[in-house]
C-alpha cells in the first residue's frame, strides 16, 4: 500500500518545465523519439524543443535564458568556458566512430589528382566554422601528415554550400558531414580522403548536452531527469536500426533510399574520460584552447553518473 501512494503521489506531481536547445540532423533524432514516445513524462519532464542552426547560436540563448539545456559539439562549449561561459555537460549524446566509414568526412572531387591529404598542402580547403571541433580534427591530421597549416586556404563555408563549392572547383576539398558525405560518394562526385574524427581522435564526443552549473545545482532532480530520458532514448534507437532509420528520415526529411547507405550516429550515453581528455589535448595543441583542462572541469555530476569502466 505504501509503494502504491508513493507512486500515485510521484504521478501526481507537477512537470518540471524544461526549454531544450536543438540542432535538427540525424543525431538528435533520439530527443524527438523521446519527446514522441512520452519518455520525458515518464521521467517527470515537459519539454519545449527550441531549434537552431548551430550551437553557437544555442549558447547564446542559453546565456540569455531562452533555454535550460542545449546540443552541441564539446569543443565548441570549451572554447565558451574557457571565455566565462557557464558551461556545464549534464549528458553526452554521440561519438564518432572507432573506425570508417564515420559521419565527418575530408572530400575531394572523385577525379582530383590528389590520393593523400599531403597533397592538399597549399590547397584550399572548405570549413564550415574556423575554429570548431571539426575544423580543428581536420587540421590535426593535416598536419599529422606533414601539411603546414599556415599555407592552406581555408574558406568559411555554410555546410549545405559546401558541395557546391567543390563541384566548381572553387575549393580543392571540403570538410564535411553526413548526409553530405554520404551523398558526395553515392552521386559518384565525391571521395572520401580522410575520415578525420576517427583519425584524430577515435570515439571523440561530438554531440553532448549542456546547462549552466548553476541550472544543474539548483535542479539536480530535473537534469538527472534529463540524463535519464536521454540514456533511455539512446538505448531506443540502438535496439533496432531498421526502425532508427526510419525515424531519423521522419525527424530529418532525408530520403530513404539514401539513409540505407548512410552511416547512422553513433548514439552512445556513456562517457569514456580518456576521449575527452583527448579531444581536450587536440585543442590545446592546435591553439584553440589557451590553457591546460580535465576532463571533469567540463562535467556536471550528472554525466558522471555515466562514466564507462
Do not use: C
Amino acid at each position: 500500500m505504501l509503494v502504491a501512494v508513493s507512486h500515485a503521489a510521484w504521478a501526481q506531481a507537477p512537470l518540471h518545465k524544461l526549454n531544450i536547445g536543438t540542432l535538427k540532423f540525424a543525431a538528435s533524432t533520439d530527443l524527438s523519439v523521446a519527446q514522441k514516445q512520452g519518455m520525458f513524462g515518464k521521467n517527470g519532464l515537459d519539454v519545449t524543443l527550441v531549434e537552431f542552426r548551430n550551437g553557437q547560436e544555442a549558447i547564446a540563448a542559453q546565456k540569455s535564458g531562452a533555454v535550460d539545456i542545449l546540443l552541441a559539439i564539446p569543443g565548441v562549449a570549451m572554447q565558451a568556458s574557457e571565455r566565462g561561459f557557464d558551461l556545464m555537460a549534464v549528458a553526452q549524446n554521440e561519438t564518432s566512430r572507432a573506425s570508417p566509414p564515420d559521419s565527418g568526412s575530408i572530400v575531394v572531387l572523385k577525379d582530383s589528382p590528389y590520393r593523400s591529404l599531403a597533397d592538399l598542402s597549399g590547397k584550399r580547403i572548405s570549413v564550415s566554422g574556423l575554429h570548431g571541433q571539426q575544423t580543428i580534427a581536420a587540421q590535426f591530421v593535416l598536419q599529422k601528415a606533414g601539411v603546414d597549416i599556415s599555407k592552406v586556404g581555408i574558406v568559411e563555408t555554410p555546410t549545405p554550400s559546401q558541395a557546391d563549392l567543390l563541384k566548381s572547383r572553387q575549393v580543392d576539398a571540403i570538410v564535411t558531414v553526413d548526409p553530405y558525405t554520404t551523398m558526395l560518394q553515392s552521386s559518384g562526385v565525391g571521395r572520401v580522403l580522410s575520415w578525420h574524427f576517427v583519425e584524430s581522435v577515435p570515439e571523440q564526443p561530438i554531440g553532448v548536452w549542456y546547462s549552466t552549473s548553476i541550472f544543474a545545482k539548483k535542479n539536480p532532480q530535473a537534469v538527472e531527469a534529463f540524463a535519464r530520458t536521454m540514456r533511455e532514448a539512446i538505448q531506443y534507437m540502438n535496439e533496432d536500426e531498421d526502425r532508427a532509420r526510419r525515424n531519423v528520415a521522419e525527424y530529418t526529411g532525408l530520403d530513404p533510399a539514401l539513409l540505407k547507405t548512410m552511416p547512422l550516429p553513433k548514439w552512445d550515453y556513456r562517457v569514456k574520460p580518456d576521449r575527452w581528455q583527448a579531444v581536450i589535448d587536440m585543442m590545446l595543441k592546435m591553439g584553440e584552447l589557451q590553457k591546460p583542462h580535465t576532463a571533469d572541469e567540463f562535467m556536471s555530476d550528472q554525466i558522471k553518473a555515466y562514466i564507462a569502466n
